[in-house]
Structures are given as C-alpha cells and as structure tokens.
C-alpha cells in the first residue's frame, strides 16, 4: 500500500505542477484579456466623449448660425416694411391733391385749378402760360402710379364717404 501511496503522489504531483503553469498561463492570459478589455473600455469612453462633444459643437454651429439668419431676415423684414410705409405716404401725398387745366379757345393763358381729393374742394392756381403747361410732363418719365391706382383712391374715397365700405 506504501507502494501506491508514493505512486499516487508521484503522479499527483507533476499533475500538480501542471495545474499550476496552466493555471498561471491562464492567469497570466486573463490579465492580458482584462488589460484589453481596460484599454477597449477607455478607448471607447474617448471615443464616446469626441462623439458626444463633436455632435454637441455641430448643434451649438446649428443654432447659432439659425439665429443669424433669423436675425438677419428680421432685419430684412424691418426694411421692407419700412419701404412700404415710405412708398405708401408718397402715393397718398400725390394723391392728395390734383391739378385740372382750363385751355381757352384761343390764346395761350390756360385757367388752372387745384383739386384736394381729401375733401373734394377746388381752389384756384392761378393763370399759367398754356404750352408751359400743357408741356410739363413731356419729359418727364412715366409717373410711378398707373391710372388705374388713381381710379381706385378716387373711388375708395367715394364708397368712404357715403360709408359704403366694401
């Protein structure tokens, strides 16, 4: 029996020995795996963070150059409006007033008369030299409103006074 016993160790012993290298070649490996999967990790946190701070700085570009434009289209919305109001004060300004000529049968003294559209009164303008004003307008460029506008204040202003609004 002594004789197995010593077998048995002996035996037990290289598998021993064996156990331990494998087990330290596999300690050895699972450190190297873990030292990995560590470095994997932090390469992926870096990797993360340059996204999240890269799509954060994309977004920040986004809405700061959408705020520039909306600022420049108020801008631009502001000077538009601002032109309109200007041309609309020049028309009523024109339109405020007219002039009607009176020629004679003969001779060259022309009777004219200022009408106010506002009120519809005719005053006198005095006496003018006839081909003076009959000429006024020939060199002139064509006049920025269309006698259709013209039309349509005189008849807004007569559907105003009767309050016939439509």
Wanted: glycine share 8%.
């Amino acid at each position: 029996m002594s004789n197995r016993r010593t077998t048995s160790r002996q035996t037990t012993r290289p598998q021993n020995v064996a156990d331990r290298a494998l087990s330290a070649r596999a300690e050895a490996t699972a450190q190297v795996i873990y030292r990995h999967k560590m470095r994997a990790a932090s390469s992926d946190r870096r990797r993360s963070l340059f996204i999240i701070a890269s799509i954060a700085i994309l977004v920040g570009i986004v809405l700061a150059g959408g705020y520039g434009v909306q600022q420049k289209m108020a801008i631009a919305a502001e000077q538009a409006a601002l032109r309109a109001a200007q041309f609309a004060s020049a028309v009523k300004a024109e339109l405020r007033t007219g002039t009607v000529l009176f020629v004679p049968l003969g001779g060259n003294v022309c009777r004219r008369r200022l009408i106010d559209n506002t009120t519809w009164t005719m005053r006198d303008g005095g006496q003018v030299e006839c081909d003076h004003a009959v000429s006024w307008n020939a060199n002139t460029p064509e006049s920025e409103q269309f006698l259709g506008e013209r039309a349509g204040a005189v008849r807004t202003s007569f559907r105003q006074r009767n309050g016939n609004l439509e």
